[in-house]
């Protein structure tokens, strides 16, 4: 795919990627050539920005009693300079210490992604507190099985039973 030939045609194809619809086989595309290509990674990034600061966040946050829930509004790729990651990483607050993460639209994740996840649940471990997922699909299930982050990360596909489980550690 030329990505170069027309820039009207990159514009929008940044915009759709970012707006997650593209097709799976054009955006694996566009992915391989962002991550080789200077120019378009930066006007990717420069897109990521201006959504960003135009408030279109894609991360809701909620209380529930004691507990934080985060969960994505869309889409969302926990990978190595990923929005979404990002997002994630700013929204964690250093006071929070029960925090439930619904990956219900989380597609994939990567070790950065882990990474992250594990950088929390040892920040909340310290302060004597819990986080826990929920709603991981197969994919991400299976990373985190491969990982052993499950053996640390208490997982749960109901988010009541999840909430509960915060007042019997």
């Given at each position: 795919?030329?990505?170069?030939?027309?820039?009207?045609?990159?514009?929008?194809?940044?915009?759709?990627?970012?707006?997650?619809?593209?097709?799976?086989?054009?955006?694996?595309?566009?992915?391989?050539?962002?991550?080789?290509?200077?120019?378009?990674?930066?006007?990717?990034?420069?897109?990521?920005?201006?959504?960003?600061?135009?408030?279109?966040?894609?991360?809701?946050?909620?209380?529930?009693?004691?507990?934080?829930?985060?969960?994505?509004?869309e889409p969302a790729q926990l990978t190595r300079q990923s929005f979404e990651l990002e997002e994630l990483t700013r929204v964690f607050r250093q006071k929070d210490t029960k925090v439930l993460i619904d990956l219900r639209r989380v597609t994939k994740i990567d070790s950065a992604g882990l990474g992250q996840l594990m950088s929390f649940y040892s920040h909340v471990v310290k302060n004597q507190g819990a986080l826990k997922l929920i709603n991981a699909n197969t994919e991400v299930q299976a990373v985190l099985h491969a990982t052993k982050?499950?053996?640390?990360?208490?997982?749960?596909?109901?988010?009541?039973?999840?909430l509960k489980s915060f007042d019997h550690p």
């Open positions: 795919m030329q990505f170069h030939r027309d820039p009207l045609f990159r514009e929008e194809l940044i915009r759709d990627y970012l707006l997650k619809r593209l097709d799976a086989e054009t955006a694996e595309s566009f992915e391989s050539h962002y991550l080789v290509c200077e120019e378009c990674f930066e006007q990717l990034r420069v897109g990521e920005m201006l959504a960003s600061g135009l408030g279109r966040s894609k991360l809701e946050v909620r209380r529930v009693e004691d507990v934080v829930v985060l969960r994505f509004a982050v499950d053996s640390l990360l208490e997982t749960y596909n109901d988010e009541h039973q999840a």
